[in-house]
C-alpha cells in the first residue's frame, strides 16, 4: 500500500514538474518573441529616419538649384515620412525603456525638423544624424542588454 501511495505521489509530482517546466519554457520563448519585435521595430524606426533624411537632402538640394520637385519626388518623400510614424508607433508600443523611447521622441522630432527647411540647413541635419546616433548606440545597448 505504501509502494502505490509513493507511485502516486511520484507521478504527480512529476506531472507538476513537467506542467512548471512548460510553462516557463512557453514564457521565455514568449519573451523572447518580445524582444525581436522591439529589435525589429528599433530597426525599422532608424531605417525609415534614414531614408527620410535622404529624401530630405534630394528636396532641399532641388531647391537650391532652383528646381522644382516632381510630384513623384514629393509623393515618394511622404510614404517615406508615413513610414517613420508607423515605425516610431511599433517602437512605442514594443519598447518600455525610457531611454530609448526619449531618444526615439528626439530622432523623430529632429528628423522632420528638417522638411521645415531650417535656416541653417548643415546644423540641422547634423543634430538629426546625432539623435540618429544617440538612439542607434543605445538600441545596441539594450539589445545586449536585454538579449
Known sequence: MATAIIAAAAALL??????????????????????????EALASLLGAATDFRAHQYLKQTMRERG???PLEARATRYE????????????????????????ADVLLTTTFRLGDVPDDLPTARSVAID??????????HFVRRTA
Open 80 to 103: 517615406v515620412r508615413a513610414k517613420v510614424t508607423k515605425a516610431m508607433v511599433a517602437v512605442r508600443l514594443t519598447v518600455s525603456d525610457p531611454q530609448i523611447l526619449g531618444l
Open 14 to 39: 512529476g506531472a507538476v514538474v513537467a506542467g512548471l517546466m512548460q510553462y516557463l519554457i512557453h514564457r521565455a520563448l514568449r519573451s523572447e518573441r518580445r524582444h525581436q519585435v522591439a529589435v
Open 131 to 140: 539623435a540618429h546616433n544617440a538612439l542607434q548606440d543605445a538600441a545596441a
Open 67 to 69: 528646381l522644382n520637385e
